[in-house]
């Protein structure tokens, strides 16, 4: 546990950041909030009408597949509701809440530690294609922990406010994306025959869709998957139905 984003423990562990209260808060029984160190994850078709950017293009564009990253509560779509660190306590234990090591895009030697619901963890791992999640970071050579050797300060600080700071250090938990993973885009449909659609694609797009896995079919136009069957279904996507109308 970590209460200001420099902490060097963060990312070389599952970790949580707190908000630095004062002990008579804490004593009071005040809750405290997870700022950092939860996600959740979230799976989202690129489409223009989708609220995510794409991941693939820098923002620019859309690139019509299914992207999926971890974020923190407060910027999820919808907004989820924050945790606290009783709850992380209590969760972890019984298995509810996971730690898991996920590698930045485009950089196997930099990642983020977090903690994450383990229904989202099955679900990034149905995504990702792994039977099993690292755990721990590749070892870094160039990011070492340091130690000044000091006297120890015996002074008690008990009941004072303030803020104390030994030397300066970057900011670690920047609560920015990991970099996510995206599934490609099926590929047109040029003919009426089935099409075979593999575990990871209707995963995502069961996640991205908010639908059962079974409501799954492909657009009669384009062959993306969407909500083909139960309530509220249609034959061809909402892209495919714009066009369709302005013709």
């Known amino acids: 546990m970590a209460k200001d984003r420099t902490a060097s423990l963060i990312d070389r562990a599952p970790w949580a950041r707190v908000d630095a209260m004062p002990w008579r808060e804490i004593a009071g029984g005040k809750e405290m909030v997870i700022r950092g160190g939860y996600r959740y994850l979230q799976v989202w078709k690129c489409v223009p009408s989708s609220d995510r950017h794409c991941l693939l293009s820098d923002g620019a564009g859309h690139c019509g597949g299914l992207h999926s990253d971890w974020f923190v509560p407060a910027l999820c779509e919808p907004e989820k509701k924050a945790v606290h660190l009783e709850d992380l ?6 298995g509810e809440s996971v730690p898991v090591y996920v590698p930045n895009r485009g950089s196997g030697r930099a990642g983020r530690h977090m903690w994450v619901p383990s229904a989202d963890c099955r679900r ?7 039977k099993e999640l690292l755990l721990d970071a590749p070892a870094q050579e160039d990011d070492e922990i340091t130690f000044a050797e000091q006297e120890i300060d015996r002074t008690c600080w008990a009941g004072e406010e303030g803020w104390f700071v030994s030397d300066a250090r970057p900011i670690r938990d920047l609560g920015q ?5 995206t599934l490609p885009r099926m590929p047109t449909q040029r003919s009426r025959k089935p099409m075979l659609i593999i575990a990871v694609e209707r995963a995502a797009a069961s996640a991205a869709l908010g639908c059962p896995p079974w409501e799954l079919g492909p657009c009669a136009e384009c062959g993306q998957l969407m909500r083909r069957y139960g309530r509220d279904a249609a034959l061809c ?8 109308n302005g013709r």
Request: aromatic residues 8%; contains cysteine.
């Open 89 to 94: 306590v209590l969760s972890s234990a019984t």
């Open 124 to 130: 990034w791992r149905e995504l990702i294609g792994e």
């Open 177 to 181: 994306p990991t970099g996510g993973f």
């Open 237 to 244: 996507c909402a892209v495919c139905r714009a066009v369709l």
